[in-house]
């Protein structure tokens, strides 16, 4: 998709990665290893290394008259735990913190 983008636009003004899902729902440490692993892959990893995958694009956008924003979407549990879901708010809780440290690199 990436190189759809490049060839066709030669840029990206507007981000936005929005995934989440909640593989286990109840006591944390009832949580198998392929559900902790899809959790993180798809939360975490996923947005990271999207935003990394079009990192490049982003930045031609600001020579050309773009935004370059990116709008990561987060969850109220990231900052607010709820005991069922308590891993899934610990991977948005990961996802805000990695946000805070990348916004200087991505300006």
């Known amino acids: 998709m990436v190189k759809k983008i490049t060839d066709a636009h030669g840029r990206l003004d507007v981000l936005v990665p929005n995934a989440g899902i909640a593989t286990h729902i109840g006591p944390q440490l009832d ?3 392929e559900e902790y692993d899809a959790l993180w892959n798809l939360n975490v990893k996923s947005t990271f290394f999207l935003i990394k995958e079009c990192h490049e694009l ?3 956008s600001r020579g050309k008259g ?3 924003n ?4 987060s969850s109220t549990d990231g900052f607010i735990p709820f005991p069922l879901v308590g891993l899934y708010g610990a991977t ?3 996802l805000n913190n990695i946000i805070k440290f990348l916004s200087g ?3």
């Open 105 to 107: 690199e991505l300006m």
């Open 66 to 68: 773009g935004s370059a």
């Open 70 to 73: 990116v709008c990561v979407i």
């Open 92 to 94: 948005k809780a990961a």
């Open 31 to 33: 949580i198998g290893e």
């Open 58 to 60: 982003l930045s031609a």
